[in-house]
Every structure is written in structure tokens, then in C-alpha cells.
């Protein structure tokens, strides 16, 4: 793991990381770090848990947005398990999209209504277009 993904990991689990490091790119990497190094279940389990700690130790956390997360992280394995790529930087090039226009990358799994539900907030809400590919056995429901 780089030094600065090291960084952004302990910043996140240990809610020190300066509110303005914490970017959708940062959400991106944070997303790559986990995939690359936890099981499926154990990224999203890390991901969302410490993103959502985070943004309550700012007082931030109507910010939260629950199915975002677990979208992400689910986005960034998807892409991981289609191309070989040497860090996140290089996942990036090759995926311009997730930063470039996140929103038209989750088009294909969710319309804007399904994302703009409260409930999504709060809880996973399953794709209403296309299912993410998961290995078979991974449960989504009540992560």
C-alpha cells in the first residue's frame, strides 16, 4: 500500500483526516483501497462504516448517503474486475468517468429518483436498472 493511501486509510478510521482532503476522489481511492486489499464483504463493511463515522465526527452527517457508498465501492470492483491496472492513478486514466461524471457512471444501475429516494440515504438500495456483478454468495441486503 502507498504511503499516502496508508494515510488516507488511518485518516478516515481514525476521523483525523482535515475535511478538505477528503474529496470525491479521495472517496474513489478510499473505495480502491479497500477492493484491493479486504474481501468484497469486508470493503463494503470498512467502507461505509468509516466513511459514515467520519462524516458524524464532523458533525456532517446528513452528508452520508448510505447506497452512494456501497455503489462505489461496487462501481470501482466492477471496473477493477474487468481491467488489470498498477494503482489507483492508472484505474482513473482508464476509467476517466468515475471522477470526470460519477453520476452518468451509476446511470447505468440507478436512476436519479432511486438515488434521491431518503431511504437510500440510510439504507443499501439495490440497483432499479442494471445489478452489479458480485461474486456468487455475496450478500448485498442489509449492509
Known amino acids: 500500500m502507498l504511503k499516502e493511501e496508508q494515510l488516507l486509510l488511518e485518516g478516515i478510521e481514525q476521523r483525523s483526516l482535515a475535511p478538505n482532503e477528503f474529496t470525491h476522489r479521495s472517496h474513489l481511492r478510499l473505495a480502491y483501497i ?3 486489499y479486504f474481501p468484497l464483504e469486508e470493503a463494503l463493511s470498512r467502507c461505509t462504516k468509516g466513511i459514515k463515522a467520519y462524516a ?3 458533525g456532517a452527517h446528513q452528508k452520508y448517503h448510505h447506497t452512494l457508498t456501497v455503489a462505489a ?5 466492477q471496473r477493477l474486475s474487468k481491467q488489470r491496472v ?3 492513478e492508472e484505474l482513473i486514466t482508464a476509467n476517466p468517468d468515475l ?3 460519477f453520476k452518468g ?3 447505468e444501475h440507478y436512476s436519479a429518483e432511486h438515488l434521491e429516494n431518503p431511504e437510500a440515504k440510510q439504507l443499501y438500495l439495490p440497483p432499479d436498472r442494471s445489478p452489479f456483478v458480485v461474486p456468487e454468495g455475496i450478500l448485498l441486503e442489509g449492509i
Open 105 to 107: 457512471a451509476l446511470a
Open 86 to 88: 498498477e494503482g489507483f
Open 99 to 101: 471522477v470526470a461524471n
Open 73 to 77: 465501492v461496487l462501481l470501482v470492483r
Open 56 to 58: 458524524e465526527s464532523l
Open 34 to 36: 479497500y477492493c484491493c
